[in-house]
């Protein structure tokens, strides 16, 4: 079965095609806000695929994908009551956002628990799946990016720079003090944040970081214990498999 799974974020929608189980095709992505019929006919022109699995934190943007899907093939939105392979130990699983779902059961796959998954996107939010497994709830703190562009419309003298590395922290200029601020402020929230959830999980969790900025930030975390780029993508995968290949 090809397996289309669409990560549908606020930032941006990314697919890919998974040929068989375990794996991903060749990922793209489109910005959020330009989702639409249009859009989706253009990305997906030429595209085979049996069946799909949507993974949206955007609502308006979820009832596009899925009208424009469900002409073509089955649709499944991934949600706390989809087959995750986990446990949900939450007091309000609904509420649950579908990446941070698919975030669990991809680090226990591929990483195994307890464990905390740190998703660096438009927010940074921790993910934290016990011993059990179940998911038990987590962290959401401002994303990187948001952080940065947030100095550069709110005050009048600093720009909005881009993020990258710090060549020192005393910043020699007003563009590196602000990648200083940025870059290394974030790995100690970082740090806190998972010594304050390692510590209330009783001890050791492996922690797996994905999203855009997770190599960065994590070159300077030596808590962090693997860089995952595409676990959202696979823990939709299984997911997804689970859906359709058992109907």
Same mark, same amino acid.
């Given at each position: /079965? #090809?397996?289309?799974?669409?990560?549908?974020?606020?930032? *941006?929608?990314?697919?890919? +095609?998974? =040929?068989?189980?375990?794996?991903?095709?060749?990922?793209?992505?489109?910005?959020?806000?330009?989702?639409?019929?249009?859009?989706?006919?253009?990305?997906?022109?030429?595209?085979?695929?049996?069946?799909?699995?949507?993974?949206?934190?955007?609502?308006?943007?979820?009832?596009?994908?899925?009208?424009?899907? =469900?002409?073509?093939?089955?649709?499944?939105?991934?949600?706390?009551?989809?087959?995750?392979?986990?446990? +949900?130990?939450?007091?309000? @699983?609904?509420?649950?956002?579908?990446? #941070?779902?698919?975030?669990?059961?991809?680090?226990?796959? *591929?990483?195994?628990?307890?464990?905390?998954?740190?998703?660096?996107?438009?927010?940074?939010?921790?993910?934290?799946?016990? @011993?059990?497994?179940? &998911?038990?709830?987590?962290?959401?703190? @401002?994303?990187? !990016?948001? /952080?940065?562009? &947030?100095?550069?419309?709110?005050?009048?003298?600093?720009?909005?720079?881009?993020?990258?590395? @710090?060549?020192?922290?005393?910043?020699?200029?007003?563009?590196?003090? /602000?990648?200083?601020?940025?870059?290394?402020? &974030?790995? !100690?929230?970082? *740090?806190?944040?998972?010594?304050?959830?390692?510590?209330?999980?009783?001890? #050791?969790?492996?922690?797996?970081?994905?999203?855009?900025?997770?190599?960065?930030?994590? #070159?300077?975390?030596?808590?962090?214990?693997?860089?995952?780029?595409?676990?959202?993508?696979?823990? /939709?995968?299984?997911?997804?498999?689970?859906?359709? =290949?058992?109907?």
């Amino acid at each position: /079965m #090809r397996l289309l799974v669409i990560d549908n974020s606020n930032t *941006r929608t990314k697919f890919s +095609i998974s =040929e068989r189980a375990g794996s991903l095709g060749d990922t793209f992505w489109i910005p959020t806000a330009k989702v639409s019929e249009p859009t989706l006919d253009e990305a997906l022109d030429g595209s085979d695929f049996d069946a799909a699995l949507v993974c949206s934190v955007v609502p308006a943007k979820a009832a596009i994908l899925g009208s424009w899907l =469900e002409r073509l093939v089955p649709v499944h939105h991934l949600n706390a009551a989809s087959p995750l392979g986990i446990g +949900i130990d939450y007091p309000d @699983p609904a509420s649950i956002g579908a990446d #941070r779902l698919a975030n669990a059961v991809g680090v226990v796959a *591929r990483h195994g628990a307890p464990a905390v998954v740190i998703d660096f996107g438009t927010a940074v939010t921790f993910d934290v799946v016990s @011993p059990a497994p179940s &998911y038990l709830g987590g962290v959401i703190a @401002p994303g990187l !990016g948001a /952080m940065g562009e &947030y100095l550069g419309r709110k005050t009048a003298l600093l720009p909005i720079v881009d993020l990258e590395e @710090p060549a020192q922290a005393i910043g020699r200029s007003t563009t590196e003090a /602000m990648r200083a601020g940025a870059v290394i402020g &974030y790995r !100690g929230l970082v *740090r806190e944040i998972l010594g304050a959830v390692r510590h209330e999980l009783g001890g #050791r969790a492996i922690a797996v970081a994905t999203g855009g900025d997770a190599a960065l930030i994590a #070159r300077g975390v030596p808590e962090i214990d693997q860089v995952d780029p595409d676990l959202t993508l696979h823990g /939709m995968e299984i997911v997804g498999r689970r859906v359709f =290949e058992a109907a």
